[in-house]
């Protein structure tokens, strides 16, 4: 019986991330993520996950990952998002000297991890990787799906 109900509930989990995917929840940009001193822009990349999804432009998505560094050399990485399942987020990474935007690397994978989307299977994390002359300083992973997994987890619990 509980292998049952976990199944459905991993099925109403897809389901309601692919349904998330493929319909916008918000036709305005979310608010500045509170970076307070920013310092230089060193990197933006913006990706729709369901452009090519959606038949109204007002439900289309888009992700936006951002680095910047500061004059302490200190490299803030912010993330934002159209979505309103989405939580801004930003994280810092020491570093000793400046870096350039070619020691920024970002690939997009679907929720499954492939970095291939589909309708079904859309782009929502990011890798974000921050090099230093060579160097790996930092990589994390960006879930731009983090709102609707607490969602889920608020209904299974609540079972």
């Known amino acids: 019986m509980r292998k049952k109900y976990f199944k459905a509930m991993l099925a ?9 995917g493929t319909t916008g929840c918000s036709s305005k940009e979310s608010e500045d993520s509170g970076v307070i001193g920013k310092g ?12 090519d999804y959606v038949e109204n432009e007002k439900d289309v998505v888009y992700h936006t990952v951002e680095i910047y560094q500061n004059s302490d050399n200190v490299i803030i990485v912010t993330s934002k998002s159209t979505s309103a ?8 990474v020491e570093s000793d000297t400046s870096i350039t935007k070619s020691d920024i690397d970002v690939e997009w994978t679907t929720s499954m991890g492939n970095p291939d989307p589909t309708k079904e299977d859309q782009l929502h994390i990011a890798s974000v990787s921050v090099s230093q002359n060579g160097k790996l300083l930092d990589k994390r992973k960006i879930n731009f799906a983090n709102g609707a ?3 889920i ?6 079972k």
Do not use: A, G, M
């Not at 399942?85 to 930003?90: D, M, S, T, Y």
């Open 12 to 20: 109403v989990f897809f389901l309601v991330l692919c349904t998330l």
């Open 40 to 51: 230089k822009r060193i990197f933006e990349e913006t990706i729709s996950p369901n452009k």
């Open 149 to 151: 997994f607490e969602i």
């Open 153 to 158: 987890e608020d209904v299974i619990e609540s």
């Open 85 to 92: 399942f989405f939580k801004p987020l930003q994280y810092e």
